[in-house]
């Protein structure tokens, strides 16, 4: 079906090597084409990574820039927001790279990335479906992350299932 839609779901321990490659599980690459693969790798919030399959990151990125690019031509973003306008640039410059998902679901995590992320080669981190992407946490701040947010699950689900 062209327009199927599959969540992404799971959360799986794995370890970046000396090489600093980590290898994605099987089971959370379902909705990416074959290996090899083009992805963006995104800096998502501290300790947090997310893996995106290229053409997806591209039109969510490109769509949104545009946008910008619009508002920017338009003058309605004004003298006034300039600064956020430049603070946007520094961060989009910086907040994603390619990487390739190469043969077993594998990718090199960048340097600063890793910094990121907070872990070092042979380190643990945690590999989670969040629907849409694949996210790649630092432990801590995973669990971190779902003791704020658990809480609020059953009305999120109900919320967006009804």
């Given at each position: 079906?062209?327009?199927?839609?599959?969540?992404?779901?799971?959360?799986?321990?794995?370890a970046i090597d000396n090489r600093h490659r980590l290898?994605?599980?099987?089971?959370?690459?379902?909705?990416f084409p074959n290996p090899p693969v083009e992805c963006f790798l995104a800096?998502?919030?501290a300790g947090c990574l997310s893996l995106w399959e290229a053409a997806q990151w591209r039109?969510?990125?490109?769509?949104?820039?545009?946008?910008?690019e619009q508002k920017l031509r338009a003058g309605v973003l004004g003298e006034r927001r300039v600064g956020q306008v430049q603070l946007l640039g520094r961060l989009l410059s910086s907040r994603h790279a390619e990487v390739t998902l190469a043969e077993r679901?594998?990718?090199?995590?960048?340097?600063?990335?890793?910094?990121?992320?907070?872990?070092?080669?042979?380190?643990?981190?945690?590999?989670?479906?969040?629907?849409?992407?694949?996210?790649?946490?630092?432990?801590?701040?995973?669990?971190?992350?779902?003791?704020?947010?658990?809480?609020?699950f059953r009305k999120l689900f109900d919320r967006l299932s009804a």
């Open positions: 079906m062209p327009n199927e839609v599959k969540l992404i779901l799971g959360e799986y321990r794995a290898s994605i599980p099987e089971k959370l690459l379902a909705a800096k998502e919030r039109q969510k990125l490109d769509a949104r820039v545009a946008v910008v679901g594998r990718l090199v995590v960048p340097k600063s990335f890793r910094e990121f992320l907070g872990t070092e080669p042979g380190g643990e981190v945690l590999v989670v479906g969040a629907a849409v992407c694949i996210e790649i946490w630092n432990p801590t701040a995973w669990e971190q992350y779902l003791e704020a947010r658990m809480p609020r």
